[in-house]
Each structure stands twice: as structure tokens, then as C-alpha cells.
């Protein structure tokens, strides 16, 4: 595979599951013709079947190492080689209960296999590039050139300034077009809290605290974590602003925008209460909106303050998608802002009402083209930088924002999925995250290393990484940052016709 | 200040089995060795209780589709699938999840709360294409989940002046018409099947509690319901004004069927009303093709509220049983008889009560934003207690068995919590775009994001060819 200019902290190994079994997306039936000849078992060379040495019976076949019906080509096909036909094949009812049509069980798997191999899969049977939710991305397609000029891909560029102002501030350069959202200690494991910062210095990126403080453990990452001050001001200290090379106020949050952040008091034990210096066990809430804040002239000082306070780094300011986003945005490039980052309204949460999720804000699909165009007319984009979230699930999601005219996208969910992350919903109650990934509970959190979470992140980084630069190569581009805003690239399946 | 409005849950559990998502079968091929319990953190898998070295049936109940029990059997002998139940309810309009969520709201009265972002699709029919405005920095009206104690849900019903008249002199010279206030902009609609005497007994119990008011036809009020007098509201046809003068005598609304004659004979119908009580009329009118002309010719016969019905799917009525016909949704009818009584100048005369098919919590904010006033609700009252509806291949409710024999405290706390759930996700949605009286709610399309619109101003300006 022809590899990019990446950094040399990049490093691509296999990180398989956790767990014994996958989600399997078919179903291979053997019925009672089946004389275990273990026929089967010698031909199917991803290991359905097995007879282990000295059994007389062929075990029952493992569904989810199986390939499905693209298989029935191949001459090792158990079902054809079958000398009783005793096999069959269907899709696997369980996978129905996997996904839903935002994150797709395809696109669930596909995420998997990334985090898994570093690359994006080999299988031909899973659509994990767009959703089924049937608007938005899901509704839109590339357009590739017939002969696009050629590009080598170690010419190719997927780094971004996010420092545009040109203010003597840090030069801070990310080496691929994605940071990590904010997600607080407390609302997340600390080993995904760790993996999460690790990986974004591997990948010479970014991670957000979220609004839960900033362990001692991510002072190695310093210069790859964003501090959030958000309405709460949890665990935000002087020391922790000026440690950073960002600092990002966040107004509110596309799943919940207008409702503030809410920590359910099991979630508060003992390490979240000393962080966020709180009391244990009381449920903690972020209000809505700044109590300090009621104008744009409000804002900048708040961000004249963060300037003040930390003489070189960059402050960013993280918005829902309400109707005027674009003029917020404007407000806030005239209040001192260099990174303007909108959070679309069907972004992640660890517990939103489902109301909010649903109804409250406008996708982030529409709101990258009203912010980006409105930039534009008042002259104010290319001094900016515009980081879109909120819904971003794959590679595709990432290219489509930037051809609408972001510069950059945070992702959440899609880190979350890469450490197997069901999407199950279950974050925010009794003891947490069943998978250990967003639990405070001291088992729970205890299910994975910060090791496999790290390899796991890089390696979904990678195979976006890989993605991207695949479609630049397509459009004969050099550099992503040729791709802001060339909605002309773009398609439309229902209205393009 | 207003009195601040409370509604008062309380956890209030059914003995018995509803609806669930997920089933999980155990293989032949289980070795009995325990791990699921183990990673199980809802206990769905537990020993069986007689024999401790087997493993029971998984109670798939508590299942929250976490997959841990799947991958981590060492045989892979469990197997997840959808509850067949579960597949067939799900309806065009009454999907299968809304049911799991009302039944969820009335057993303990909050707002539904999850992890992880919205999983439905991007955008759907009638209100699922429309998103509610917030308000991000600006606009000192709100103060978000702090400011919720602020924030009245209370709606007014009856006439309005469309001006005030003063003499010569400046004295004022216009009386105000007389309206009812209800702090909620819900009411419960005549019940869609017939009632054992207890939940019928709970239905007016609960309006009572919540200080709404129920529809009952008028010929089902019985004299023991005379405590909730001013939570009922009698309906009959316009023949029946002189048999029901007890009833109506104590009542503070009325609500009259409306026919095609009705509107030139309405003065005289709240003439005779007004010789028995000061109760205001309510028009109750089916949501028909030509409905706009209708409310408006009723406006200006001097109605004081509308009451315009959709089926219960929220689609309009096909009342000339045309045989391609394709109804609209009650989201577009809310928008075009509020637009058409704005253009006639008219429309903050009159209240517009919409109902049919309002299902759930978003639903109330989101008729009275595309023009209504308020709305009234009938089936979830029934979800809440394990009602069952099936759309195809016909309508089909289905009240759970033994519910004739619960208590009316139970029943009544149900829908009590129900509407507890629904209120706050009300101040939820209302905190968010910084209003404060649901009043201004109405017809406040700035505060809504239309699909369509939206869709048309982003995608088919950059992709329409």
C-alpha cells in the first residue's frame, strides 16, 4: 500500500478484539444431512468451521468469521464443496439489532476492522462509508474526475494550519484534518481519556478534555490536549490554561444544544468529585448558557482573559447550530477567536434527553455550508479555521464537511466505535458503560488497556488517513486544504440528476 | 409572578409484561459454564433456580443490547434477534420505540434520557421534518435548565379583540371575552374506545390533577363525576343544547359538533349556551380538504375556539372517501389554516386547538410553533397504560387485559406521570429556543427549521442542475 507523509510515530499493528466473538453478519446453518466428513472445516480458509484433532463431530460454525454470499464465487465455498449440501447461508438476525440508520451495522463492523488492521476493509459485503439515514451525507456522493492529474501519494498533504490569524500566536499544524472531541473524565474511562490524548500525539493532532478537568496523567500529552472551559468551569484552573496550545470555550453542545451538561451523581465518585472539586456523589450540572456571557462584547472578554492568561496558544469556540450560527460565528472571529468549531445537532453525548438529540438545532450538514459561505462574504475565512462535528462517522462524512467548506473535523462517536463501542446507549445510567469505555465504575473500567486502546485509535486514524488521501489522489489534488469548499465536487443523489 | 406550575411523579409500576426489543435464545450448545452472568451487568442471565448447574432462560427484559453475554460465550451458543412483537407493532406513525417510551415516561415521569447521538433517520414526514431553533449567545430570556422554573406552559381559550374601542371621551369601551386558562397546552380527547368505569373515573382524575381538562361526549358524564366538573368538557351536537342544560350548567367549556349549516346559526347556538351558562364553545371540526375556509368563515361567525380533528395517524380526513386521495399531515394543516387566518388578519382572534396523531412530547411545541395554539391527545393516555395499536391492516387499540380491575390511583399516576414527562420535555424544547410563554410559541416559524426549506436553501441551491 502506497503510504502519505504521515508522522513517524505512526505505527501500524494489528489490534484484534477483545472479545472472543464478533457480531456476526451471517448465518451458516448445518443441517442433520451433515455427516462430519469435516470436509468444510479444510476448505474454509477464514476458519467457519473447525474439527479440532480427535473429535468426531465438526463444531458449530463460528458465523462472523464468514465472508458471506461473495464467498459462493470462490472455489472454497463450504456450501458448494459440501459433499451432503448440508450447508446454507442467510443474513444473521443478531445483526439486526446491531446499528441503527446513522451508524449502520456496516458502518459499526467497518469501524471495527479499521481499528482493528489500520486500513479500511478488504471485504467487499460492507457499505461503511455512508449511513442509512437518507439526508445529508448519506444523500451525498463524490465526484471524481474521469482523468484527474497524476499524484503520487507520498505528495500528498493531509496537515492543516488551525492557527490562520497570522497573531504571532503558536503555528500550531495538525498532520491529518481530525482531532478528538471532548469527552470528560468522568464521562469516560481513564483509559480512554489516556488512549484518546496518546493517540493524538502519535497522530500530532489534538484531544479535548471535555468539562471534567485535566489529569495529571495527560501532562505527557500537553501539547496535544485542548482545554475546555466550559459553563460548569469544572476542574478549569490557571494552570491547566496555560499548559496548552488550545483552549476551547464551549457554549453548548450539538446533541443538547441550549440544555447544558448534566453528570448524574453515580457517575460522580470519588476521583471525578476531587477533579471537577465537587462532592461525591452529587449530580453536577453544566447550566446554559455562560451566566457571564450575553453578548459577543461578553465573549471576546472571556477570550481576551484565556489571551491574557496564556500568552501563545489559540483559543477555540465550540457552538451549536441554531439558526443564526453564522452569525454567531462571525461574533466570535471578531471577538478573537481562531478556531470556529460547530457541533451539529445529532453529534454524541454520554446523556441527552432524546428530545434534544432529536429535534433541537439544525443537522451540521447544513450549518458548514451557512457558516462557511457567511465567512466568506465578510471576508473572514481564510483568517479562520472551521472544524465541524456532530455527526461525523467516516472518512466520507470527513470529506463531504470539507468539500462544504469546513477546514477540519472533531470526531467522538467514531473514536468510541474503534474501542467497541456498540452504540447501546447505555452510558449514562446505574454503573455505566458495559464495555468499559465510559465508566467511572472501578470494573468496569478496568476491561481494556490504555495500550490496545492507543494501537486501536491510531489505527483508525490510519485507515481514515489512508481514505483521504485516496480521494485526494482521485481528484488529483496535493494538499486537503485544495478540497475546502469545492462543493462542485460534490453530488446530490436527489437532486443532481 | 404566576404561581409556578408542578406536576407531581411518582414511580408506578405495572405488573405486567408490555413490549420488548430484543430476544436472546441459548443455544444447545451451552456448556452451562456461567460466563454470561459474569459479564452481564442487567442480569438478564442468571442459574436456574431449581438446578443451580443450568443456566435459566435469558430474561430478555432487561436486555440494553449491549452484546457482552454474545461475544464473550465461549461457545457462541447465545443468539440476539428482534422481538417479533416488537417488529409487527411498528406502525407508518406509531413506531415501535414510541411505545416503549411512553410506557417508560408513565412509570416514572421523566424525560427520556440516553447515551450516544440520535440514531433515527436523517429527516421523515409531517413534524419529523421540521427541527426546533435554539438561541446560542445572545438573548437574555434564557437561562436554560436553571431558568425552567420561569418558563410557563399555560395557554388561554377564547375569543380575543382583534383591537380595543374607546369613546370620545377615551373610556374604553370594549369588554374583554371570557376565556379559560390551563397551565399545560394539552388536553385529553374523547377517549378513542370505550372505558371500564375506573379509567374512565382515572382519565378525569388525571385531568383534574394536572389542572387540564378532558372531551367527554356528554351523554357519558355521570352525575358521581361532579367533583371534576371544571375538568370536563361536554361534548354534543347542537340538538342536544336543551337535553344536557345540567351538564352544561357547571361547565367552562363546551364543545358542539360542527355541520355545514353551523356557522350561520352560531351566534344563535352561543346565544342559547350563554342563557345556561358562561361556558366558551369549542367548534370541534374533522380536518378536511377545504378546512381553511371552514375555520375561517367560523372566525368570522364569531367562533372562540376551533378544535380541528386529524385521524389518528395526524392525516386529514377523507371525508368524500375520494379514491386516490392523498392526505396532508397535520403538521402541514396547522400551517396552512394558521397562515391562511394570519393573511385574512384574523388569526389572533380565535384559538386552534389540533389533534390527531400528536404521539409524543415534541409533538405539542411543534404543532403550536407551525400555528396552533394547543393540541389534544388521546392514544398515549392508553400507551401509558399498555395499550396496544396496530395500524394494519386497520386501526386496532388494544387495551390491556385486567385493566378494568387496577386501581383508579394507578391508572390516574400513570397518566399523571406521562404528562409530568411530557411537560418537562416541553420546558426542555421551550428552554432551549429561549421562550418563556408558550403563548409565543405560536405560529413562531422563525424558532422552527423546515426540512424542506432548509434542504432547498443548502443542497438544491449548490446541487440542482
Request: with cysteine; hydrophobic share 35%.
Amino acid at each position: 500500500m502506497g503510504e502519505n507523509m504521515k508522522p513517524s510515530t505512526v505505527k501500524i499493528k494489528q489490534m484484534p478484539s477483545r472479545f472472543k466473538h464478533q457480531v456476526p453478519k451471517y448465518k451458516i446453518t448445518r443441517s442433520n444431512d451433515c455427516i462430519n466428513c469435516g470436509t468444510c472445516a479444510k476448505t474454509c480458509p477464514y476458519g467457519v468451521h473447525e474439527r479440532p484433532e480427535g473429535h468426531n463431530k465438526v463444531n458449530p460454525p463460528i458465523d462472523y468469521k464468514c465472508i458471506g454470499f461473495e464467498c459462493q464465487s470462490k472455489e472454497f465455498c463450504c456450501i458448494t464443496q459440501c459433499p451432503r449440501k448440508a450447508l446454507s447461508l442467510s443474513l444473521n438476525p443478531m445483526y439486526e439489532t446491531l446499528g441503527d440508520p446513522r451508524w449502520t451495522a456496516d458502518m459499526i463492523t467497518g469501524t471495527w476492522i479499521m481499528a482493528e488492521t489500520g486500513y479500511p476493509p478488504e471485504r467487499t459485503d460492507l457499505e461503511y462509508n455512508v449511513g442509512n439515514s437518507g439526508g445529508g451525507f448519506d444523500k451525498l456522493r463524490f465526484k471524481f474526475p474521469a482523468n484527474p492529474p497524476k499524484v503520487d501519494k507520498s505528495e500528498i498533504s493531509t496537515a492543516i494550519e488551525l492557527n490562520r490569524r497570522n497573531d504571532g500566536r503558536a503555528p500550531v499544524v495538525i498532520s491529518t484534518p481530525v482531532y478528538g472531541g471532548g469527552m470528560s473524565f468522568g464521562s469516560v474511562s481513564l483509559p480512554t481519556m489516556v488512549s484518546k490524548a496518546h493517540n493524538a500525539a502519535i497522530w500530532n493532532t489534538f484531544t479535548c478534555t471535555g468539562e471534567g478537568g485535566y489529569p495529571d496523567i495527560l501532562k505527557p500529552y500537553d501539547d496535544h490536549v485542548i482545554t475546555q472551559v466550559a459553563t460548569g468551569l469544572f476542574g478549569v484552573r490557571e494552570e491547566t490554561i496555560q499548559r496548552v496550545k488550545i483552549i476551547e470555550f464551549k457554549y453548548a453542545q450539538g446533541a443538547k444544544p441550549g440544555l447544558g451538561g448534566h453528570l448524574l451523581g453515580e457517575k460522580n465518585t470519588e476521583h471525578v468529585a476531587k477533579m471537577r472539586e465537587a462532592v461525591k456523589g452529587t449530580s453536577l450540572f453544566s447550566p446554559f448558557p455562560f451566566h457571564s456571557v450575553y453578548s459577543i462584547e461578553d465573549h471576546k472578554k472571556h477570550i481576551d482573559w484565556i489571551k491574557q492568561m496564556n500568552p501563545i496558544a489559540l483559543v477555540s469556540v465550540k457552538v451549536s447550530t441554531p439558526n443564526d450560527v453564522d452569525m454567531v460565528a462571525v461574533g466570535s472571529y471578531y471577538a478573537g477567536a481562531h478556531i470556529i468549531h460547530i457541533d451539529g445537532g445529532y453529534g454524541g453525548t454520554g446523556a441527552a434527553p432524546d428530545i434534544a438529540k432529536k429535534n433541537i438545532a439544525m443537522p451540521i450538514e447544513y450549518a458548514i455550508t451557512k457558516v462557511h459561505n457567511f465567512l466568506k462574504a465578510e471576508g473572514a475565512r481564510d483568517v479562520v479555521t472551521l472544524i465541524a462535528s456532530g455527526g461525523i462517522r467516516t472518512a466520507h462524512d470527513l470529506a463531504k464537511a470539507i468539500c462544504l467548506g469546513a477546514d477540519g473535523v472533531v470526531i467522538g462517536t467514531a473514536e468510541l466505535v474503534s474501542l467497541e463501542c456498540v452504540r447501546c446507549g447505555n452510558c449514562e445510567s446505574g454503573r455505566g458503560c458495559s464495555r468499559g469505555i465510559a465508566s467511572t465504575d472501578s470494573e468496569l473500567a478496568d476491561l481494556f488497556n490504555e495500550k490496545w486502546a492507543t494501537q486501536r485509535l491510531t489505527n483508525m486514524y490510519n485507515a481514515w488517513n489512508y481514505q483521504l488521501v485516496e480521494i485526494l489522489q482521485k481528484f488529483g489534488m496535493k494538499s486537503v486544504k485544495e478540497l475546502v469548499g469545492r462543493t462542485d465536487l460534490l453530488e446530490h443523489i436527489d437532486y443532481s440528476k | 409572578m404566576p404561581k409556578k406550575y408542578h406536576i407531581h411523579p411518582k414511580v408506578t409500576p405495572l405488573e405486567m409484561e408490555y413490549l420488548y426489543k430484543f430476544k436472546i435464545t441459548r443455544g444447545e450448545n451451552c456448556i452451562n459454564c456461567g460466563r454470561c452472568t459474569k459479564v452481564c451487568i442487567y442480569e438478564a442471565h442468571k442459574r436456574r433456580k431449581g438446578d443451580r448447574r443450568k443456566m435459566a432462560d435469558p430474561n430478555t427484559v432487561v436486555c440494553r443490547n449491549c452484546f457482552r453475554c454474545i461475544q464473550e460465550c465461549p461457545r457462541g451458543a447465545l443468539e440476539k434477534s428482534l422481538h417479533q412483537d416488537f417488529v409487527n407493532i411498528s406502525g407508518s406513525h406509531w413506531k415501535a420505540d414510541m411505545f416503549l417510551t411512553l410506557f417508560k415516561q408513565a412509570e416514572d415521569g421523566k424525560v427520556p434520557v440516553t447515551g450516544a447521538g440520535y440514531r433515527g433517520p436523517f429527516t421523515g414526514e409531517g413534524f419529523d421534518s421540521m427541527w426546533t431553533d435554539m438561541s446560542e449567545i445572545v438573548r437574555p430570556t434564557r437561562d436554560g435548565i436553571h431558568g425552567r422554573e420561569y418558563i410557563s406552559t399555560g395557554v388561554e381559550l377564547g375569543r380575543k379583540h382583534n383591537h380595543l374601542a374607546f369613546d370620545a371621551e377615551g373610556r374604553l369601551l370594549t369588554q374583554p371575552h371570557p376565556t379559560v386558562d390551563i397551565p399545560i397546552p394539552i388536553l385529553f380527547d374523547i377517549p378513542p374506545v370505550q372505558l371500564s368505569p375506573n379509567v374512565m373515573l382515572a382519565l378525569i382524575k388525571a385531568a383534574s390533577e394536572i389542572s387540564t381538562c378532558v372531551i367527554l361526549p356528554a351523554a357519558d358524564i355521570k352525575p358521581e363525576m361532579e367533583t371534576y366538573r371544571a375538568n370536563i368538557i361536554p361534548f354534543i351536537t347542537e340538538g342536544e343544547i336543551d337535553k344536557y342544560v345540567d351538564i352544561l350548567k357547571n361547565a367552562r367549556l363546551v364543545a358542539i359538533d360542527y355541520y355545514d349549516a353551523l356557522p350561520d346559526k352560531l351566534a344563535a347556538i352561543k346565544e342559547r349556551i350563554k342563557n345556561i351558562s358562561n361556558a366558551v364553545t369549542i367548534i370541534r371540526v374533522p380536518a378536511i380538504s377545504g378546512i381553511e375556509g371552514m375555520v375561517s368563515k367560523l372566525v368570522n361567525s364569531g367562533a372562540e375556539v376551533i378544535h380541528i380533528v386529524a385521524d389518528y395517524r395526524g392525516q386529514e380526513i377523507n371525508k368524500d372517501k375520494e379514491a386516490n386521495f392523498k392526505p396532508r399531515l397535520i403538521k402541514d394543516i396547522i400551517r396552512s389554516v394558521h397562515l391562511n387566518l394570519v393573511e385574512e388578519r384574523i388569526r389572533d382572534e380565535i384559538t386552534l386547538i389540533f389533534s390527531g396523531g400528536i404521539a409524543m412530547a415534541e409533538h405539542v411545541p411543534k404543532s403550536m410553533l407551525c400555528g396552533g395554539d394547543l393540541t389534544a391527545i388521546d392514544i398515549p393516555l392508553f400507551i401509558a397504560l399498555g395499550a396496544r395499536l396496530y395500524e394494519e391492516p386497520e386501526k386496532l387499540l388494544l387495551l390491556p387485559d385486567g385493566l378494568e380491575k387496577l386501581s383508579v390511583d394507578i391508572i390516574t399516576q400513570r397518566m399523571v406521570n406521562l404528562m409530568c414527562a411530557w411537560h418537562s420535555q416541553i420546558l426542555e424544547m421551550m428552554g432551549a429556543m429561549g421562550i418563556r410563554e408558550a403563548r409565543r410559541l405560536r405560529g413562531e416559524t422563525g424558532r422552527a427549521i423546515f426540512f424542506e426549506e432548509i434542504d432547498q436553501e443548502t443542497f438544491g441551491k449548490l446541487f440542482k442542475q
